[in-house]
C-alpha cells in the first residue's frame, strides 16, 4: 500500500474520515461492475436531512440566575419595575458532547450564527466563517440557522408570559423578553420567587435565562446581560455604573469611539459633562443613558395575545326542537361573523356547543377548507348537521366557538366583475363535513419511475404550480429548449387502474432474457399473449431502501386473444439472479 | 298556469294560438336543442345522439360489457375521457382508492383538475355526487356505483337539470350476480339520458412484421338513450386530450395513414 509514495496526509484523512461517512457506491443501475466508482466528496452539512427547529439554537455561554438580593421592598417608584431576560437561547439536554452550531449565509459568506457552550470553550464565536470553525474543530455538528423560527419562538413565549405572568411583554431584540412586572409580582410571591419560578419555567421549555428586576427597560436590559440580580428599586444607577459601556444598547461605532475616549463603564460616562457627549454621538447616546436611569420613559410595546372568538345565547326556557335550534344558530351566526370581521379573522374550525339541562354538553364541529367568514355558508354547513344533536330533556344555551382561525383580509368583489373559475372550497367545506377531510384529496406527480411511488396525495384545494427548478445562468440543460417532460408522460402508458399489491402468475411461458410471455393463467383464467411490448425495466430506488439496491422490474405490455390488455412485469431482469427471482406479477389493466 | 288565463276567450284565433305556443316554448326551454351539449367531434358518434352530443346537465351512465379488469378499465378511461373534454374541476366519487392517476392523465384529466373524494357505501356516494352537481363550479361529477335504484338516479338528475356539469355514473359490476338482471348493471331502470356499454376489443393492427400493441380499441355500445336510438361502434380509445377516434378503414383512411399507429412506434 506505501509502494513508492510514502506517507502522505490527505490520503490517511480520507481513509479514516471518508469510509464510514459516505455510501461505498452510488450506481443506480447495473451493479455487476465490480470496478469501484468515484464518489464526489460532499460538505457534511449538504448531506444531512435539514433539522428545521428553533431549539437547535446552541445555547449562550450563560450562567443560571441565582438567587437575588432578597425580595423586593415596597415600591414606591413611579417608574415600572421591569425585568428583562434573555429567554430564547435554548438548550439541548444531554448533547453537550459533541460542539454544535448554526451556520447563517451572510452576503457571500457563511457564517456562525450562534455556538454552544461547548464550541466557544473551543474558540468559536458567531460571526467567525463556518469554513474556518471546520478547520479549527473536526466532527463539528453544523446546523442552519432559523432567524425566523427563532423570532417566532421568541414571540411565543411573549404570549406565554402575557397570559401567565403579567399584562405587559415585549419581546426586545431576537433574544430577550421585557416584563412589566408592577402591581403583579406579590401574585407570585414576591419579585426574587417570581423570577426564581420564571427560570425554573423556562428551563422546562428548554430555555436557559437570565433575569434581572430593575426601576427601567433599560436598566433592566444591562443588568440581564451583565450582571444578573434583582436590583432594589431607585438602586439602579449604583447598579449601573461598573457595567460596560455596551450594556447601553448602543451602536457598536459609538461604542469603539467610547472606549477610544477611555470610558469604559456607565458610571464613567453618566459623570461626563452632557452637551459636549451630546455635540459628539448625537441624541442616541443620551436619550439611552437617560432611558437606563430613568429620565426619559420608555414606554413598552406589549403583545397582545389573541383571545378565543365565542358567542354564547342563553335561553330562559330550554328548546328541543330543530327548528328552533335552527332560528337561534341564524341569531348567533352574525354575531360570531361580526366578532371575526373585527379581529380580522376567518374561521378554520367552529365547535357548537349546545348545554343540555342534564349537564351533558352536545358537540358539533365543522371544519373549514379555507378562511372564511361567510355567514350564510358556516350556517348552512352548521344547520345540515342539527340532527346529530340529542336535545334530551332541553338545551338551555348554545354556544359557537371558533377553534382555529387564520388572518383573512377585506375581499373584492371582483369575482362578480371578471370571469374566473368559481371558487371550490364551499364545495370541499360541504364533502370535508360529509366524510372527513381525508377522505377527500388531489394526486400530484411524484419524480419516480416506481409506480406506485409515482403519486402522492395533496389537500384538495389550491394545488401548488409545478415549479420549474430555478437553474443557474451557465447550466448547460438551458440549451435544451424542448417542452418540460411530465413524470407521467404518455410514452410510457399506465393503466388506469392499478392493483393494490402485484398479484403472482401462474403457468408463465416466456423466453429469457427479454420476451414478453407467451401464455400465462391469473386468477384462475388462462390468457394466450398475442401481442407485446416491451420491456420497460424499472430499477428499485436504491437511495430509498437498501433492499432495493439491486432490484428490477422487466414492465410488458400485452393483450391476449380476446382483446384484453394487461400490465405484467417480471421480478428480474433475467441475467443476473440478484436482481429477483424471475416471477411474473400482474399489475393493471389498460382500458 | 298563465296559459290558462290568456285562453279563456270564448274564440280562440289563430293568433292566440301563436301567442299560445311562443309562450309554451319559452316555458318548456325549446326542447332538447337549446341544452349544452358536450359533443364527440366524431360525425358518426354525435348524429346518433339526439342533442348533437351528451347533454352537459344530465345524468350519463356507463358500464364495463363484463366484470373483467379490462372492460372495467376501458369504461373508466371512456369517462375519463368525457371528462377531461369538460369545461372545469372535475370530482371523481370512489368507493376504493385503486384509480391510477398517471392512466387518467394519459387519458387527458390532468391532475390539476381532479379531486377525489371516497365514500363509504353508494348512498354516501350518490350523495356527494349531488352536492358536486348542486355546486355549479365543476366540470364533471365522475361516481362509481354498484347499484342506484331508479330514485337515486332521478335525483341526480334532477340536480343536474339546469346546471353546465355533466354527470357521470360507473355501474360497475357487482361481485356475485345476485343483482336483478344477473348481474348486467344497466338492466335496473334509470333515470339516465344516455346508457353506455363499453368493452376492450383487440387493438389496432400494426404494419406487418412490427410486433407491439397498436392504438386501444373499444367496443361503444349506446344501450339507450331518451328521444333517440341505440347504437353500436367500434373506436380507438381515448388519446392524451380525451377524443376517441374513428379506426382508419371506418373513417375512409388508408392504412398508411399514421394516426392509428401512434403507438406503434
Not at chain 1, 186 to 196: I, N, P
Not at chain 1, 251 to 272: F, H, M, N, S, W
Not at chain 1, 343 to 362: C, E, F, N, T, Y
Not at chain 1, 490 to 498: D, F, G, K, S, T
Amino acid at each position: 500500500m506505501l509502494r513508492g509514495g510514502g506517507w502522505r496526509p490527505g490520503a490517511r484523512w480520507a481513509r479514516v474520515e471518508g469510509a464510514d461517512a459516505r455510501p461505498r457506491d452510488r450506481r443506480a443501475g447495473r451493479v455487476s461492475e465490480a470496478a469501484p466508482h468515484p464518489v464526489k466528496a460532499m460538505p457534511p452539512d449538504e448531506g444531512r436531512t435539514p433539522v428545521r427547529d428553533p431549539r437547535a439554537t446552541p445555547p449562550s455561554a450563560s450562567p443560571p440566575w441565582k438567587g437575588g438580593a432578597g425580595g423586593g421592598s415596597a415600591d414606591s417608584s413611579p417608574s415600572a419595575r421591569l425585568r428583562a431576560d434573555p429567554p430564547p437561547t435554548p438548550s439541548l439536554p444531554g448533547r453537550g458532547a459533541v460542539p454544535r452550531i448554526t451556520s447563517l449565509q451572510s452576503g457571500n459568506a457563511l457564517i456562525i450564527a450562534a455556538a454552544c457552550p461547548a464550541a466557544r470553550a473551543l474558540g468559536l464565536a458567531p460571526g467567525m466563517a463556518v469554513t474556518q470553525a471546520r478547520a479549527l474543530v473536526p466532527g463539528l455538528d453544523i446546523r442552519p440557522a432559523d432567524p425566523e423560527g427563532d423570532r417566532a419562538a421568541l414571540l411565543r413565549l411573549a404570549m406565554l408570559a402575557a397570559r401567565r405572568w403579567c399584562p405587559v411583554v415585549m419581546p426586545s431584540g431576537d433574544d430577550g423578553l421585557f416584563l412589566d412586572i408592577s402591581g403583579t409580582a406579590h401574585l407570585f410571591g414576591g419579585e426574587a420567587r417570581m423570577a426564581r419560578r420564571i427560570v425554573a419555567l423556562l428551563k422546562r421549555h428548554g430555555f436557559t435565562a437570565r433575569v434581572a428586576v430593575a426601576d427601567t427597560p433599560g436598566a433592566a436590559w444591562a443588568l440581564a446581560r451583565y450582571a444578573p440580580q434583582i436590583c432594589p428599586p431607585g438602586a439602579h444607577p449604583d447598579a449601573l455604573a461598573p457595567l460596560p459601556t455596551a450594556a447601553l444598547r448602543l451602536e457598536p461605532r459609538a461604542r469603539d469611539v467610547l472606549k477610544r475616549l477611555g470610558i469604559e463603564t456607565i458610571g464613567q460616562l453618566a459623570a461626563v459633562p452632557r452637551a459636549p457627549l451630546a455635540r459628539r454621538f448625537g441624541s442616541t447616546l443620551i436619550a439611552r443613558l437617560d432611558q437606563a436611569s430613568g429620565r426619559l420613559a420608555e414606554p413598552l410595546d406589549p403583545v397582545i395575545p389573541p383571545e378565543a372568538i365565542g358567542v354564547v345565547q342563553r335561553f330562559a326556557e330550554p328548546i328541543a326542537t330543530a327548528e328552533a335550534i335552527a332560528h337561534w344558530l341564524g341569531v348567533l351566526m352574525p354575531r360570531l361573523v361580526t366578532a371575526l370581521a373585527e379581529a380580522g379573522l376567518g374561521a378554520r374550525v367552529i365547535d357548537l356547543v349546545a348545554d343540555r339541562i342534564d349537564g351533558v354538553p352536545q358537540r358539533l364541529r365543522i371544519g373549514l377548507a379555507r378562511p372564511t367568514r361567510d355567514g350564510a355558508h358556516l350556517l348552512r354547513l352548521i344547520v345540515r348537521r342539527i340532527e346529530e344533536i340529542a336535545p334530551g330533556y332541553g338545551i338551555d344555551a348554545l354556544a359557537l366557538h371558533v377553534r382555529r382561525a387564520d388572518p383573512l383580509g377585506a375581499e373584492p368583489f371582483a369575482e362578480t366583475l371578471e370571469d374566473r373559475p368559481p371558487d371550490l372550497a364551499p364545495l370541499i367545506d360541504t364533502l370535508a363535513n360529509r366524510i372527513g377531510i381525508s377522505a377527500l384529496w388531489r394526486s400530484v406527480p411524484v419524480e419516480s419511475d416506481v409506480p406506485e411511488r409515482s403519486v402522492a396525495a395533496a389537500p384538495p384545494l389550491d394545488p401548488p404550480p409545478r415549479a420549474a427548478p430555478k437553474s443557474k445562468p451557465d447550466d448547460v440543460r438551458q440549451l435544451d429548449r424542448s417542452r418540460p417532460l411530465h413524470p407521467w408522460d404518455a410514452r410510457w402508458p399506465r393503466p388506469v387502474r392499478l392493483l393494490r399489491r402485484p398479484e403472482l402468475l401462474d403457468h408463465v411461458l416466456a423466453e429469457l432474457p427479454d420476451q414478453p410471455p407467451k401464455r400465462f393463467t391469473w386468477r384462475g383464467m388462462a390468457h394466450r399473449v398475442v401481442r407485446a411490448d416491451g420491456p420497460e425495466r424499472i430499477l428499485g430506488e436504491w437511495w430509498k431502501r437498501g433492499t432495493e439496491r439491486h432490484s428490477v422490474r422487466d414492465y410488458f405490455q400485452v393483450e391476449d386473444d380476446a382483446g384484453q390488455r394487461f400490465w405484467l412485469f417480471r421480478r428480474g431482469d433475467g441475467e443476473r439472479g440478484e436482481t429477483g427471482d424471475l416471477a411474473w406479477f400482474m399489475h393493471g389493466s389498460f382500458g | 298556469m298563465r296559459v290558462v288565463a290568456v285562453s279563456c276567450p270564448a274564440i280562440p284565433s289563430s293568433a292566440i294560438i301563436a301567442e299560445l305556443r311562443e309562450s309554451l316554448k319559452k316555458v318548456e326551454g325549446d326542447g332538447l336543442r337549446r341544452r349544452p351539449v358536450l359533443p364527440f367531434g366524431i360525425g358518426a358518434i354525435d348524429e346518433k345522439l339526439a342533442p348533437g352530443g351528451l347533454r352537459l346537465d344530465s345524468l350519463h351512465e356507463i358500464a364495463a360489457a363484463s366484470a373483467a379488469p379490462s372492460d372495467d378499465a376501458a369504461a373508466t378511461l371512456f369517462m375519463a375521457g368525457i371528462a377531461a373534454r369538460a369545461w372545469g374541476p372535475v370530482l371523481w366519487v370512489v368507493r376504493r382508492r385503486d384509480l391510477f392517476a398517471p392512466g387518467l392523465y394519459q387519458a387527458g384529466l390532468a391532475p390539476e383538475r381532479l379531486i377525489y373524494a371516497e365514500a363509504a357505501d353508494d348512498a354516501e356516494l350518490l350523495a356527494l355526487m349531488e352536492e358536486g352537481l348542486r355546486h355549479r363550479g365543476l366540470g364533471a361529477v365522475v361516481g362509481e356505483v354498484k347499484r342506484a335504484a331508479m330514485p337515486n338516479t332521478r335525483r341526480l338528475q334532477l340536480a343536474a337539470e339546469g346546471g353546465k356539469t355533466i354527470a357521470l355514473l360507473l355501474k360497475r359490476h357487482a361481485r356475485a350476480a345476485t343483482d336483478k338482471g344477473g348481474g348486467n348493471p344497466l338492466a335496473v331502470p334509470s333515470a339516465a339520458v344516455t346508457r353506455w356499454r363499453i368493452a376492450a376489443a383487440p387493438s389496432a393492427p400494426l404494419p406487418v412484421g412490427a410486433a407491439g400493441v397498436g392504438r386501444a380499441r373499444w367496443q361503444v355500445e349506446l344501450v339507450r338513450q331518451r328521444g333517440g336510438e341505440p347504437a353500436d361502434w367500434t373506436m380507438e380509445a381515448c388519446d392524451e386530450t380525451g377524443r376517441l377516434a374513428l379506426p382508419a378503414r371506418l373513417a375512409d383512411r388508408t392504412a398508411g395513414a399514421g394516426r392509428a399507429y401512434r403507438h406503434a412506434a
